[in-house]
T-cell receptor
Framework: DAKTTQPTSMDCAEGRAANLPCNHS???????VYWYRQIHSQGPQYIIH???NNETNEMASLIITEDRKSSTLILPHATLRDTAVYYC?????????????FGKGTMLLVSP | DGGITQSPKYLFRKEGQNVTLSCEQN?????MYWYRQDPGQGLRLIYY???????QKGDIAEGYSVSREKKESFPLTVTSAQKNPTAFYLC????????????FGQGTRLTVV
């Protein structure tokens, strides 16, 4: 699986958009980009995933660059409950039982 | 409601004792996983199972054992051979095919004293 690079931490004001970057310059053609988040002392929660097109769901939007070497997770209106560690993961296939490799992620702190 | 349940949430054991962590899912998922998380670190894969009666070692399997006798259950035993067992343990499951996400339990925090 390709390695990812994320900033260690980021701050965001409540109500503003949070844009979390991720670099995955060694991504290969059959690898998807997944985002999870982990609120303190809880299990990780799936947010969104994509291959090359931009994706949006009720939680967030995922923007993947044309060369697929980086992506950005966008939380359009961050709330205090969005404070969590966000993990960007590149997964070897779209197979359901492909394992996930978690790095240290980005600690997002949303402030009032 | 469908989901994945880990119990107990907190567990204390004396050094040298084996301890088994429970993980049950009613999502009808074929694949199940065990991860370990240390403070300030990401998750590391211990074991995973793609189907009943089959499982594979992950990156840090030494000192751990698992079984998969039922589709719904994937218990993890932390043995006395695990040198640093104190950690946060997370269980997850996913369907075998279809590209869906993994669902995680709420974790078990194991403290060995």
């Amino acid at each position: 699986d390709a390695k990812t690079t994320q900033p260690t931490s980021m701050d965001c004001a409540e109500g503003r958009a949070a844009n979390l970057p991720c670099n995955h310059s060694t991504i290969s053609g059959n690898e998807y980009v997944y985002w999870y988040r982990q609120i303190h002392s809880q299990g990780p929660q799936y947010i969104i995933h994509g291959l090359k097109n931009n994706e949006t769901n009720e939680m967030a939007s995922l923007i993947i660059t044309e060369d697929r070497k980086s992506s950005t997770l966008i939380l359009p209106h961050a709330t205090l409950r969005d404070t969590a560690v966000y993990y960007c993961i590149v997964r070897i296939s779209n197979s359901g039982y492909s394992t996930l490799t978690f790095g240290k992620g980005t600690m997002l702190l949303v402030s009032p | 409601d469908g989901g994945i349940t880990q119990s107990p949430k907190y567990l204390f054991r004396k050094e040298g004792q084996n301890v088994t962590l429970s993980c049950e899912q009613n999502l009808n998922h074929d694949a199940m996983y065990w991860y370990r998380q240390d403070p300030g670190q990401g998750l590391r894969l211990i074991y995973y199972s793609q189907i009943v009666n089959d499982f594979q070692k992950g990156d840090i399997a030494e000192g751990y054992s698992v079984s998969r006798e039922k589709k719904e259950s994937f218990p993890l035993t932390v043995t006395s051979a695990q040198k640093n067992p104190t950690a946060f343990y997370l269980c997850a499951s996913s369907i075998r095919q279809g590209g869906t996400e993994a669902f995680f339990g709420q974790g078990t925090r194991l403290t060995v004293v």
